[in-house]
């Protein structure tokens, strides 16, 4: 990466940050319009940075998707509506799948989409509806800590882009495209599964008569199925562990003791509405 | 032009542009189908004065929509509101995509598109996208199909919506379990995401999988029932509790956007049990219906078969849903959670145990474990005692109070 790539990249980072700062709600400090136009400054910065750096994106999709996403988060931060904070995470979500099948990782697509979007999401609607049922309460119009946690984010962003980018160059360096190709045939060497079980479907053909051939009968789906049920084993164990316990915590946690049929509860002083339950 | 046509992304295109057409077209009949039923279930006539047979109601109904008063009222959450319905109406849209309507097709045996194509030399998929997760892509689909729901019935601002709205999220988020793991009951049968391929392999050995897996089936018909909102699991628009449920704000288009969206998510959930366990466009003893008759009448002959097991699915649908009375909403989840999720749950620990020792496709093991699984519920069941709840435990305990036998209490 050229060291103008990379300062525009990190112009970027600043620019975002404090347009960042200042959309996030806050009566008095903050500047919706000034905010706007320096994340507009930014973002352009980021789009120059990525063209200089070359060869990353893959085309129109990934540049619209990708902003989809960043302006759908930057919403989810700033928007002083929960209900619509949720729907914006949701809008993130997809852009993030639809990022994920560009690089042909269409397992990961789903799955994103089938547990955040269709099931984790869908019940923070719920409880976001369920709890604000007299309109939005005025901590959500007014952000905490502004500085610190816009400060956090972006040298959090900037040291992953910065191990990112040095991954990227040596893989560069060895002699591949950092395409979906590569990632997947080091995935398929890594999982030590046959080289032939990965297919790379992402693979753009001129062809017509090749684009209308059969396709592959496996894909990534298999090969991730492979790497997880080997080499990762103890890992998805554990992870499944891990959750069977919250599940049992969750149980025990929310289970009451009901009284039984016909047992004469002590009733409740006047003015307390409701009945008590003492936890199980 | 010509060539661009007969390319599997050409093809793609038009395929989905008349897949769609034929599924909005089947979604204005669906009713007058649903009309028709109901009225043979109740003894009378039905539509009958719109066109012969009253088979115009659908266009006059289409009409009636369009024409209304699209009226937004002053309380709801405007962007929502509109939203809502264009949601559900996209999502329930596209679920059709990755469903194999018939086999391959040789696209040399096109008229006048492929006539200058060798035989064989270009095979077309007959499906508009081929993924290679392709049962998770419908699962994402009908599991964002709960915000259209949601949104509508929150937007709207109004009490009887929003319960209709939140009894609808909870039933999706409960029914989407069962459902998953009984399609994973299938895939791990027959060793493949890709539902051509499943179609394709139960055309070849000539067993469907209903054979194998036949309480798998019906535990996915159920959920079927459920995800489309349809009765017995119509909770979110009780009538007579909730006004209208979720859509009580909304009216002409909007409201019939949510219809549309219903009925077409009716008749992906169909086509979905069809190519999993009903064999897909396949019958027995038909040359036309094999994986080898590739040319365009035999594909044909394929979508109509299809489209024919669709209808009669969706005909159960119907007859269900005028047959047997609404659930009360803790019935419902009990059926959920204490029934079904165990029930799939056993069948695909039963399952990934037969693909252990390699009987997955064995007739004969599949059943012994599926009536294993079956008794099993029912022993559960017979054991446990009827739950107490609601109206029942009142009588209870005034029997209790008045000390007379339960038979005697009257309300």
């Keep these: 990466m050229t060291p103008a790539a990379l300062y525009t990249l990190y112009a970027a980072f600043v620019l975002g940050g404090t347009g960042l700062y200042f959309l996030l709600p806050n009566p008095d400090r903050g500047k919706p319009l000034a905010g706007a136009a320096l994340g507009a400054l930014g973002l352009v910065a980021l789009v120059v940075a990525w063209a200089l750096i070359g060869d990353a994106g893959t085309g129109a999709a990934f540049y619209v998707l990708g902003l989809v996403a960043l302006l759908c988060t930057v919403r989810v931060i700033t928007h002083p509506k929960p209900v619509y904070s949720a729907l914006y995470f949701v809008l993130t979500v997809l852009a993030v799948a639809a990022l994920c099948v560009l690089q042909g990782a269409e397992f990961l697509a789903a799955a ?26 005025s901590t959500d119009r007014r952000s905490r800590e502004p500085f610190l946690s816009v400060c956090a984010g972006f040298v959090t962003m900037a040291v992953i882009t910065a191990h990112a980018s040095k991954a990227l160059e040596s893989s560069v360096a060895a002699g591949g495209t950092p395409r979906a190709e590569a990632r997947l045939a080091s995935a398929a ?51 499944g562990l891990l959750l069977l316990i919250a599940m049992v915590g969750a149980v025990a946690m929310s289970r009451k003791r009901v009284p039984q049929e016909g047992a004469v509860s002590p009733r409740a002083p006047l003015g307390q509405a409701g009945r008590e339950v003492p936890p199980y | ?44 006539y039905g539509p009958n004065r719109a066109g012969p047979l009253g088979l115009l109601q659908p266009i006059a109904d289409g009409l009636k929509f369009v024409f209304k008063e699209d009226y937004i009222p002053g309380h709801v959450d405007k962007i929502l509101f509109v939203l809502a319905p264009g949601i559900m109406f996209v999502v329930c849209g596209i679920g059709f995509l990755i469903l194999p309507w018939g086999g391959q097709l040789d696209a040399s045996t096109l008229p006048w598109l492929g006539s200058h194509l060798q035989p064989g ?45 939140m ?21 791990l049968t027959m060793g493949t995401l890709r539902l051509e391929e499943i179609a ?99 594909v044909l002959a394929k979508m109509t078969v299809m489209a024919g097991k669709v209808a009669i699915l969706i005909f159960v649908y119907m007859w269900v849903r005028w047959s047997l009375p609404r659930f009360r909403f803790d019935q419902l989840m009990r059926l959920a959670w204490k029934s079904l999720v165990p029930m799939s749950l056993g069948l695909f620990a039963a399952a990934a145990g037969l693909l252990y020792f390699g009987l997955h496709r064995s007739i004969a093991a599949c059943l012994a474990v599926n009536a294993v699984v079956l008794a099993g519920a029912v022993a559960v069941a017979s054991r446990g005692r009827t739950p107490i709840t609601g109206r029942q435990a009142n009588l209870v305990r005034q029997a209790a109070r008045n000390d007379v036998p339960l038979a005697e209490v009257r309300t």
């Design chain 1, 112 to 137: 994103l989409v089938i547990i955040y979007a269709g099931a984790i999401l869908v019940t923070y609607v719920f409880v976001i509806m369920l709890a604000q049922q007299s309109g939005p309460s």
């Design chain 1, 189 to 239: 060497a890594e999982s030590g599964a046959p080289a032939g079980l990965v297919e790379d479907e992402a693979k753009p053909s001129d062809d017509g008569a090749k684009r209308s051939a059969p396709k592959p009968v496996t894909g990534n789906a298999m090969a991730l199925g492979g790497a997880v049920m080997t080499r990762y084993m103890v890992a998805l164990q554990l992870s």
């Design chain 2, 1 to 44: 032009m010509k060539d661009f046509l007969v390319t599997q992304f050409g093809f793609s295109l038009v395929l989905a542009a008349l897949v769609f057409a034929v599924i909005q077209g089947a979604v204005a009949y669906c009713i007058y189908y649903e009309r028709k039923i109901a009225a043979w279930t109740q003894d009378r």
């Design chain 2, 121 to 165: 030399e270009r095979m077309l998929s007959v499906q508009v996208v081929s993924l290679n997760v392709g049962i998770l892509y419908l699962l994402a689909v009908m599991s964002m199909s709960v915000y259209g729901v949601v949104l509508g019935g929150w937007s709207s601002n109004n009490k009887y919506s929003f319960y209709g709205a």
């Design chain 2, 167 to 187: 009894r609808a999220c909870a039933q999706m988020l409960a029914y989407e379990i069962p459902m998953g793991l009984t399609i994973l009951v299938v895939v």
């Design chain 2, 200 to 298: 394709a392999e139960q055309a070849a050995s000539g067993v469907w999988n209903v054979a194998r897996h036949p309480l798998a089936a019906l535990i996915l018909f159920i959920t079927a029932l459920a995800e489309a909102n349809r009765a017995p699991f119509d909770l979110a628009e009780a009538e007579q509790e909730l006004v209208g449920g979720y859509h009580t704000e909304y009216g002409a288009l909007k409201f019939g956007l949510f219809f549309l969206g219903e009925y077409a998510s009716m008749i992906t959930t169909s086509a979905l049990v069809v190519v999993l366990f009903l064999g897909g466009w396949h019958v027995w003893g038909v040359s036309a219906l094999t994986m080898e008759a590739t040319s365009i009448w035999a």
